[in-house]
């Protein structure tokens, strides 16, 4: 099965708990064509009122730009990767167990599948621990 592994830079902003906070976000980054690949949103469990928005990825003078200007910032203490590959049963298992074995501790893990195509996002609190995933993870 191929598998495409890939550095990602994760943008944040953080929003108010409402309707609509979302989509103004988002929109500020359709108005400049960014294409994104992945979105989370949720709430804030320790800032009462509050979200967190996460996106990847921001391209582009004018596309990073507009997402400056709405906000978003490049995280700098989440390092992430992205996982492209085929659907097999098991596969977040087995990638869990690999950087487990690997000793490596991850921050978040992301994930969905369409069909017979996966794509995973996954975050670490180190650059470090996102090379030593990404090296691992792109042997089979």
């Known amino acids: 099965m191929k598998v495409d592994v890939s550095s990602v830079d994760v943008w944040a902003v953080s929003i108010k708990d409402r309707p609509g906070a979302l989509t103004e976000k ?5 108005q400049a064509d960014v294409d994104l690949e ?9 800032k009462a ?6 996106v990847t990825p921001i391209k582009g003078p004018r596309q990073i730009r507009a997402a400056r200007k709405a906000g978003f910032e490049k995280t700098k203490s ?39 195509r996966a794509i995973l ?3 670490f609190d180190s650059s470090d ?12």
């Not at 988002?26 to 359709?30: K, R, V």
Request: without cysteine; hydrophobic residues 45%; proline residues 1%.
């Open 121 to 123: 996002h996954i975050a």
């Open 38 to 46: 992945f979105i989370i949103a949720r709430r804030e469990n320790k």
């Open 78 to 116: 989440l390092h992430g990767i992205r996982i492209a590959t085929g659907n097999k049963p098991g596969y977040g298992a087995e990638l869990a167990m690999r950087l487990a074995e690997a000793g490596i501790n991850l921050r978040g893990l992301s994930g969905a599948a369409i069909g017979n």
């Open 49 to 54: 009122g509050k979200g967190l928005v996460f």
């Open 26 to 30: 988002l929109d500020a980054l359709a």
């Open 129 to 140: 621990d996102a090379r030593k995933a990404k090296r691992l993870l792109k042997r089979q």
